[in-house]
């Protein structure tokens, strides 16, 4: 290695006594060589020594086993991703969870990218109106949207009113006659012509409301099973 060095050296013609600053660049400069710097270790290598080190500090032998190593790797490991955890949310803050998707599309037939709420709310003003139609129609969308926004129930293109139905009565058992009357409204006045009622529209909004605070019946399951002992 000493020759090699001395061989770059001589390369660039340096003085026959060189100065130490001038000794010391060309130090530097042989040393910069890829063939030196290959055998560095990498971050990746100081990493994995430090947690090998770690590990082996928390692997004693004591008297009380016998001489025999007690393995703590797992809880080492376990510590070591909590601190990941507690680094990453000082870093990037909680992260927002949103229970409700983003779900959008086909809707009955129409391209709809609204959500239950806005649904709901073009709902009520064409009930305030008068227009029990569109009233019926707007709120019969918004407890579909709003049972896929919980993912109990999905729309796909091709799901009929009535196909919704079934579906969500069997997620909601309690309320599967309500939905079919809902689903019969929101076929008279979409396809049939038909002008509905006040009636029908206050109908179709509760069941909206009591559905939305209402449990699926997986879930009510689920936490009867957990209470059981």
Do not use: C
């Not at 779900?103 to 806005?118: A, C, N, P, Y």
Request: proline share 5%; charged share 20%.
């Amino acid at each position: 290695m000493i020759a090699t060095i001395l061989a770059g050296f001589t390369a660039d013609a340096p003085p026959l006594d060189p100065t130490s600053h001038h000794a010391h660049d060309q130090l530097q400069h042989e040393l910069s060589k890829a063939e030196y710097q290959s055998g560095r270790p990498s971050l990746l290598d100081y990493i994995r020594q430090w947690l090998e080190n770690l590990l082996a500090s928390f692997n004693p032998k004591t008297p009380d086993t016998g001489g025999v190593a007690i393995n703590l790797g797992p809880l080492v490991i376990v510590i070591i991703v909590i601190v990941v955890l507690v680094i990453a949310f000082l870093v990037f803050g909680l992260p927002r969870i949103n229970r409700r998707s983003k779900i959008v599309g086909s809707l009955f037939g129409d391209e709809d990218e609204r959500d239950s709420s806005t649904l709901r709310r073009a709902a009520e003003r064409a009930a305030a109106s008068g227009d029990w139609a569109t009233a019926i129609a707007e709120q019969f969308r918004s407890i579909a949207r709003g049972l896929a926004e919980r993912t109990v129930v999905m729309t796909f293109p091709g799901t009929t009113a009535h196909g919704f139905a079934v579906q969500a009565g069997a997620s909601f058992p309690d309320f599967a006659e309500r939905l079919r009357f809902a689903a019969d409204s929101f076929d008279g006045v979409r396809y049939l012509g038909a002008q509905g009622s006040q009636t029908e529209f206050d109908a179709v909004s509760s069941l909206e409301k009591e559905l939305r605070a209402a449990r699926p019946l997986l879930a009510r399951d689920l936490e009867d099973a957990a209470a059981t002992p």
